[in-house]
């Protein structure tokens, strides 16, 4: 049987520059297919070379298969492109998503463009839950960005999603695609990066107004984290339209090639669960809140990770503001319960109820006192909570903004780009944060 797999030196490239690939096959020849992601994939060129074979590596050192250089045309749009291998000739648009056989490549800008929005790939976490070479930093601390996998072509840890089952949840096929594809059929124009660029300085001093990430942005870096905080305070906006963001600190590798994560307390057991623990070195609320960036964190929301879950919906807490305008929905009234908004994973803020029943931050947990939630669902028990222990109040989703010199919103459930297709309400909501604030 015919094998064949690759990954790239770096998940990105500018346009008109060579972008290093590496890719190991058994066959005499091969070829090589790219697609830009969006509303439907398009063929954005390809090129064939003679194959090599390589063994695999382990997770966490470098593969160092055999590398091949291509040219990316000065033409190529920014975004998200697969790159399809295959040892046949091309008869039609092969599946986008696959555990072999594909890569994921990031164009950035050979210049600044003029747009005004920029989507990060979180190709952090992407790595973190790859297990090429039978390991990930969920049974490790180090890893190596230089395998396949990494948001596709590669296996996956996690569980399957009920709500779901086309794809891994963590992958870009299960959280990037729909919303990249829903921001196209709407005429939302954006140019792409991975969190790498935005961990060596790269991009948010390119004219950009609105940062956008969405999915499941979990592993940031400290370099990553103060440049986006930076972009805020210099007036630049956020849209996180995830959870769990922020929750684990990496430190990177020179040159991108690796991460590493230290997540267990001193003395900890093999049996331990970080999430649940304290003293863990990399999470990053207990040094640094990601409340203080975000207005919310994990440690205050909770995952529901196997199987179907309660539906939840966030309750709207102000009709009137106008993330809501257009949806119909007033004070009281529930977003996404139906097809359940809330999870797999969500974050959120410690909260009070004020004289009129309405919640807002207590700030205890870093979250900042002008955050205005504007949706609140609060969690039942058995959900899965980080960091076990007396909580400052009620554990709850929270959706909602705050401004600083940029605003930040939060959409607070991985589940939102779930929901864009087919919940007019979300897709409103969704048109006009970005809308507003790009």
Excluded at 20 to 37: E, G, K, N, V
Excluded at 231 to 257: E, H, L, S, Y
Aim: glycine share 12%; aromatic share 10%; proline share 8%.
């Amino acid at each position: 049987m015919i094998s064949i797999n690759g990954y790239p030196a770096r998940p990105s490239v500018r346009a008109g520059e060579v972008i290093r690939l590496h890719i190991a096959t058994s066959a005499p020849r091969f070829r090589l297919d790219f697609y830009r992601w969006g509303a439907t994939p398009q063929h954005a060129g390809h090129t064939e070379w003679p194959g090599r074979t390589a063994d695999p590596g382990t997770f966490d050192r470098d593969w160092q298969w055999p590398a091949y250089g291509f040219p990316v045309p000065p033409g190529w749009s920014s975004g998200v492109y697969i790159a399809v291998l295959s040892t046949e000739p091309d008869s039609c648009t092969p599946p986008m998503d696959s555990r072999e056989a594909r890569i994921l490549l990031v164009v950035t800008p050979a210049a600044p463009s003029g747009r005004k929005i920029l989507y990060k790939i979180p190709t952090f976490t992407y790595q973190a839950y790859n297990t090429a070479g039978g390991g990930s930093l969920y049974s490790a601390s180090q890893v190596t960005m230089r395998r396949p996998g990494g948001g596709v072509g590669g296996p996956v840890k996690g569980l399957p999603d009920p709500y779901d089952s086309t794809s891994p949840r963590q992958t870009f096929a299960h959280w990037d695609a729909p919303f990249i594809a829903w921001m196209q059929e709407n005429g939302i124009e954006s140019d792409f990066c991975t969190d790498l660029d935005l961990h060596e300085g790269r991009h948010l001093n390119d004219g950009y107004r609105l940062l956008v990430s969405a999915g499941h942005d979990e592993y940031w870096s400290t370099d990553a984290r103060q440049n986006i905080t930076a972009f805020r305070d210099t007036g630049g906006n956020i849209a996180n339209f995830g959870a769990n963001t922020c929750w684990w600190r990496v430190d990177v590798d020179p040159g991108g090639a690796g991460l590493s994560c230290d997540k267990f307390p001193p003395g900890a057991s093999a049996e331990t669960d970080p999430d649940a623990s304290y003293g863990c070195p990399d999470h990053w609320w207990e040094s640094e809140p990601e409340n203080a960036l975000l207005g919310v964190s994990y440690r205050n929301g909770g995952g529901h990770w196997e199987g179907p879950r309660a539906p939840l919906g966030f309750t709207v807490t102000d009709g009137d503001h106008w993330i809501f305008s257009g949806t119909g929905l007033r004070t009281g009234d529930v977003l996404g319960r139906e097809a359940a908004l809330i999870g797999y994973e969500c974050d959120g803020a410690a909260y009070e109820l004020d004289a009129a029943g309405r919640p807002g931050p207590t700030g205890q947990d870093g979250t900042p006192k002008d955050f205005e939630i504007l949706g609140i669902a609060p969690l039942p028990s058995d959900w899965n909570f980080a960091a076990g222990g007396p909580a400052t109040s009620t554990r709850a989703a929270t959706l909602g903004l705050y401004t600083a010199a940029g605003t930040v919103f939060t959409a607070a459930t991985t589940d939102w780009a779930r929901l864009l297709a087919t919940d007019p309400q979300v897709a409103s909501i969704t048109r006009n944060v970005i809308t507003r604030l790009s």
